[in-house]
């Protein structure tokens, strides 16, 4: 009889074992209203214990400060990525002891860096995000680490400026150097209308003068020769005379003798003044009026041209001294700067919300955990006790 009952009660095994591998909505739910209570309890714990570390933990609130990167000539002097990882590396806190360091020195510490790209402006900003028991001191440790960003890269700064006026300085001497220049030639332009010309001009007309003295004296000459001429014909017929003594006719010789070297003296001084009159014509004349024609036009307009480049050149100099001061201005030069800061009323740390939620559900969760395996605990003790 007994081998008789062993298949039938195998069969009712597998079947109570196929019935319990079946998930019943309707047990769970009559599990879970029986364990309420530690569900509950579960999650109040949770509950209690996310109160109790948001009373004790401190807040921490965050600041986001936002830095313009350094401009060099209206081009950006440090990229951004090279800023950022040099920050990184420098100012945040790795490890806890650092931050607490930091915390116990300025009452924040910076917790990241980006880079934000800003399409309108066509450029790149530093986000810097800080963290701090409050947000005045997470605005002033921002600017602490403005300071600290603008004293390391000053040194690329001022090099650029003092380069830059450097050039300025050099142009500024080019320009001071031209304008001794003009004033030398306008000197010398003044020398040559004011001197020079009106001394060839005075020359001119001294030699003008003179060939009207020649004139004259020429004309005189000539009138004297005449005279003479006629003196000596008249003294000439008196020796005809039969009736002249000896001595009357030599005295009338030596007379006829000494106008006759007049009129030779005469005639060669003649000479002498119509060969200085015509060099006065042919040479003399000519080379200053040759000479004041190249100062009062070819060296004047020389000089005028040279003026006028050289003031060109001071013009294309200043533009460049313009161009160089506007380079070294805002907005194309400009070291780190804060653009804005903003802040927030509430803490970033700890989020109470956030934690009271997470708290909740991991409660509940661990709770109707803990109910289903009292529960099969329970089942797995009755079922060895009916089994022994």
Known sequence: MEKERLPEKREKEEVIYYQEDEI??????????????????????????????????????????????????????IKPEKVKAEIEAK????????????????????????????????????????????????????????????KEYKPKFEYFLESKKREIKS?????????????QLNLQKNFISKE??????????????????IDELISSYRKS????????????????NPN?????SLLIISQISQYENLISSLEKRIKELEVEKDRIIRETIPSIEKKLTELSTLKIEQINKSITEKENQIQVLKKDIENLNILISPPLTKNF???????????????KSLILAVATVSGLFLGVFLAFFLEWIESARKRHTQTY
């Open 196 to 213: 020079e010309i009106p001394s060839l001009k005075e020359k001119i007309n001294f030699h003008k003068e003179r060939i009207k003295k």
């Open 225 to 240: 020769i005449l005279n003479y001429e006629k003196t000596i014909k008249n003294l000439s017929s008196s020796l005809k």
């Open 244 to 248: 002249i003594s000896d001595s009357s």
């Open 171 to 183: 142009k500024t001497l080019q320009i001071n150097k031209l304008q001794n220049q003009i004033s």
């Open 24 to 77: 019943d909505l309707y047990e769970l739910w009559l599990t879970l209203k029986k364990r309420w209570k530690v569900v509950l309890s579960t999650t109040a714990l949770f509950v209690l214990a996310s109160v109790v570390y948001i009373l004790v933990a401190k807040p921490v609130y965050e600041v986001k400060a936002y830095i313009q990167t350094a401009y060099l000539g209206g081009e950006i002097g």
């Open 337 to 351: 700067e804060m653009l804005r800061v903003t802040t927030k009323d509430s803490p970033a740390k700890p989020k």
């Open 91 to 150: 100012y945040i806190p790795q490890t806890s002891e650092e931050k607490d360091k930091y915390m116990s020195t300025y009452n924040a510490y910076l917790d990241k860096i980006d880079v934000k790209e800003i399409k309108k402006e066509k450029t790149d900003i530093l986000e810097l995000t800080v963290l701090s028991i409050n947000n005045k001191y997470g605005k002033s440790f921002a600017d602490h680490i403005l300071t600290l960003i603008q």
